[in-house]
């Protein structure tokens, strides 16, 4: 069984169709990269995975399952924007995700959090937007889940902690499961990618082991996204 599979999924918004019949298997064990330009469908996808949106034809599958309360146990998602309770210090918010998710590990999170020097003390509010993302992205790498959805994680994080960054996401995610990446910052993640998956206007234009497109194509993926799309 596939871990995630999109069958004949479409989404409109009224008169504007986001999403096109798409058709897509997602297997164990992969970091794939979700890679389009501003308005090609990828968060809409993103969302749609996660259950925050229904669609208008088809169907997606998490372990053969329709999104819901079950398929919340097995993903870990990272939205663009920050849903914590700005609040809350980060300590405060370590014990609501011990007691909200059974498989969230309190200790692998303060780690991470000691290794970018951020005070488990100190409140959301009274940190930069960096911060908190980097707060954010390491309470959904220290979840033991099956699949790892990050939508734009090293948006407001600076050069110097994205491999940093990297890093955590390879050795953190757990052994047997998938990350999917959505980001505009091809460059930084391609080395990490065992896939890719180009959307444009709502369509998968092209999927891909990332190895055997770049020999292919005798290109970086970075630089194949930008001649298919004319960046």
Do not use: W
Not at 107 to 124: P, R
Not at 139 to 152: F, G, H, N, T
Not at 169 to 189: C, K, M, P, Q, Y
Request: charged fraction near 30%.
């Amino acid at each position: 069984m596939e871990l995630l599979e999109y069958k004949h999924l479409s989404k409109s918004y009224g008169t504007k169709q986001a999403l096109k019949d798409i058709n897509l298997k997602i297997a164990r064990g992969k970091i794939i990269g979700l890679l389009g330009k501003n308005g090609s469908g990828k968060t809409t996808l993103i969302k749609l995975t996660n259950d925050l949106l229904v669609p208008t034809e088809g169907e997606v599958l998490i372990n053969g399952k329709r999104p819901g309360v079950e398929s919340k146990k097995v993903i870990s998602y990272l939205p663009e924007r920050t849903y914590l309770d700005k609040d809350m210090t980060v300590e405060q918010v370590i014990t609501f995700f011990t007691e909200f998710y059974d498989n969230f590990e309190p200790e692998k999170a303060k780690k991470l959090l000691k290794d970018l020097d951020l005070d488990i003390y100190q409140k959301l509010s009274k940190m930069s937007k960096g911060m908190q993302e980097k707060v954010q992205l390491i309470l959904v790498m220290s979840r033991k889940a099956e699949l790892y959805i990050l939508d734009e994680p090293l948006g407001g994080v600076d050069p110097a902690t994205r491999e940093y960054i990297l890093d955590t996401i390879l050795s953190n995610f757990n052994e047997g499961a998938s990350v999917i990446l959505s980001t505009h910052l091809i460059a930084d993640i391609e080395k990490i990618l065992d896939e890719v998956i180009f959307i444009d206007k709502g369509e998968i234009k092209l999927t891909s082991s990332a190895d055997e497109l770049r020999n292919k194509e005798n290109s970086s993926i970075d630089e194949i996204f930008r001649r298919y799309f004319k960046c």
